[in-house]
């Protein structure tokens, strides 16, 4: 059994690191959620289980409004969210990586929205070790669509423009550098179509790996097929910080 510890980041970002039995971590995976979801939800309590048990310290957070992290503003919903991410990655490099070992390599693994954020910040700030995404967009223009008519998220300033930028990621010539990638997605996706897992997967360098699930729907609901998608994503980052 790996051991939670429980934190406020600046006061308003909720993060739960699962610390691992193994004294010498594998690294360090940053889990993240989708657009609607929080860091409680069962896929990531499953991904943080089988990450501890295989030696990673796993780290789910409530990213930019939502679960409980909704006492704060940003211009849009990627400017907050990618500020949340590089304020736990310099936390968690300071608590782990400058004190127990500089070799000790940082992952992201997200899903759909989550994801999207995790290619953007390794494009943008590098150092990452590994990418596992799942059902996760090319293109998220239709994002600002949703945010402008639903208004889901009452911290954003920006009501013109509630995604901000960019809104896709072939805008990032910089992906070409992200490498040690997993593309996991469900060509049943009634949200974010598979051929956007194949758009992702030509963008980034090898090794890289897509994996497409048949039957399987955006938010992996098929216990079997998540379990399966949650143990194909482990056993790649095990892989990617073994070398």
């Known amino acids: 059994m790996s051991s939670v510890d429980m934190l406020w980041l600046d006061s308003v970002i909720p993060v739960e690191i699962h610390r691992p039995e193994a004294h010498e971590p594998k690294g360090i995976v940053v889990t993240l959620h989708g657009l609607l979801s929080y860091r409680g939800s069962e896929k990531f309590l499953l991904l943080a289980d089988l990450l501890s048990s295989a030696g990673f310290i796993a780290v789910r957070f409530d990213q930019f409004g939502a679960g409980e992290n909704l006492e704060r503003s940003a211009p849009t919903l990627i400017d907050g969210r990618l500020q949340d991410l590089r304020s736990v990655a310099e936390f968690l490099k300071e608590k782990f990586v400058d004190r127990i070992s500089s070799l000790l390599p940082i992952c992201l693994l997200g899903s759909s929205f989550g994801g999207y954020i995790a290619y953007l910040y390794a494009a943008t700030y590098g150092n990452i070790q590994a990418i596992v995404s799942w059902a996760t967009p090319f293109d998220v223009s239709m994002v600002r669509r949703f945010l402008t008519e639903e208004n889901p998220f009452s911290g954003i300033q920006n009501k013109r423009d509630p995604l901000g930028q960019p809104d896709r990621l072939s805008i990032l010539t910089s992906l070409s550098n992200v490498k040690n990638v997993l593309v996991l997605h469900g060509v049943d996706d ?28 955006h938010r ?21 910080c073994s070398k």
């Open 190 to 217: 009634e949200i974010v179509p598979w051929t956007e897992a194949q758009m992702v997967y030509d963008a980034v360098s090898d090794p890289k790996e897509l994996i497409l699930f048949d039957g399987v729907d």
């Open 220 to 240: 992996f609901s098929d216990e079997e097929a998540r379990r399966k998608a949650a143990e194909l994503s482990v056993g790649w980052l095990v892989n990617c």
